[in-house]
């Protein structure tokens, strides 16, 4: 059973607009939530996060919102970069889990010069 | 900062042999996760370690893993003996002890079972 997930495989992109990539999660336990974009041939490397105790959180071209009532979080990049093309992976932390950390599937994101 | 450093890079091995993926951490990191990417599961826990002690190992999916921490800059993750369905890229990452801290990963292992 996946307590989150990323129902979108693939997002394609022009470069310029904006990329929303989403995640849902299903564990009410869950208070910690982090963006983690990953290369080929290289590890997942730390992107955003956001604490329960808000809905929103901004790093230059990154956004992250948190709807805690319907379990759903998303990223939004803007503007898209061809250098954004990455996977990027939702992930999850919860109370007394320490940082251990339930990922997505992940969603591949295509920017188109 | 080096980062987390793992080897192999890259693992052949023919069906029912051992292999031994090592990682290891950033200096005064005091958590240490395997991860293990596929296809079809994506990045699932394998096992994580807070001050060298085995924490949580429930996403060990068989007894033919097995994995140590013998001190704090050093882990291995052992299959034995190894099957074609261990295929995967096997991911380590570290954190410090402060809850909320992002883990950092390493490059990983990508690992063919033949």
């Known amino acids: 059973d996946q307590q989150v997930k990323q129902n979108s495989p693939s997002l394609s992109v022009q470069e310029g607009r904006i990329s929303i990539l989403n995640c849902d999660y299903t564990?009410?336990?869950?208070?910690?939530f982090l963006w983690y974009k990953k290369y080929p041939a290289e590890g997942p490397t730390f992107l955003i996060s956001?604490?329960?105790?808000?809905d929103k959180n901004e790093d230059g071209r990154f956004t992250v919102f948190l709807n805690k009532s319907a379990k759903h979080l998303s990223l939004h990049i803007v503007p898209s970069q061809p250098g954004d093309s990455a996977v990027y992976f939702c992930?999850?932390?919860?109370?007394?889990?320490?940082?251990?950390?339930?990922f997505g599937g992940g969603t591949r994101l295509m920017v188109k010069p | 900062d080096a980062g987390v450093i793992q080897s192999p890079r890259h693992e052949v091995t023919e069906m029912g042999q051992e292999v031994t993926l090592r990682c290891k951490p950033i200096?005064?990191?005091?958590?240490l996760f395997w991860y293990r990417q596929t296809m079809m599961r994506g990045l699932e826990l394998l096992i994580y370690?807070?001050?060298?002690?085995?924490?949580?190992d429930s996403g060990m999916p068989e007894d033919r893993f097995s994995a140590k921490m013998p001190n704090a800059s050093f882990s291995t993750l052992k299959i034995q003996p190894s099957e074609p369905r261990d295929s995967a890229v096997y991911f380590c990452?570290?954190?410090?002890?402060?809850?909320?801290?992002?883990?950092?990963f390493g490059n990983g292992t990508r690992l063919t079972v033949t």
């Open positions: 370690f807070n001050n060298n002690v085995p924490i949580d």
């Open positions: 564990n009410s336990m869950f208070d910690y």
């Open positions: 990452a570290s954190s410090p002890r402060k809850l909320e801290s992002p883990l950092h």
């Open positions: 992930a999850a932390s919860g109370i007394n889990a320490g940082n251990m950390l339930t």
């Open positions: 956001i604490s329960s105790i808000k």
């Open positions: 200096s005064g990191h005091n958590s």
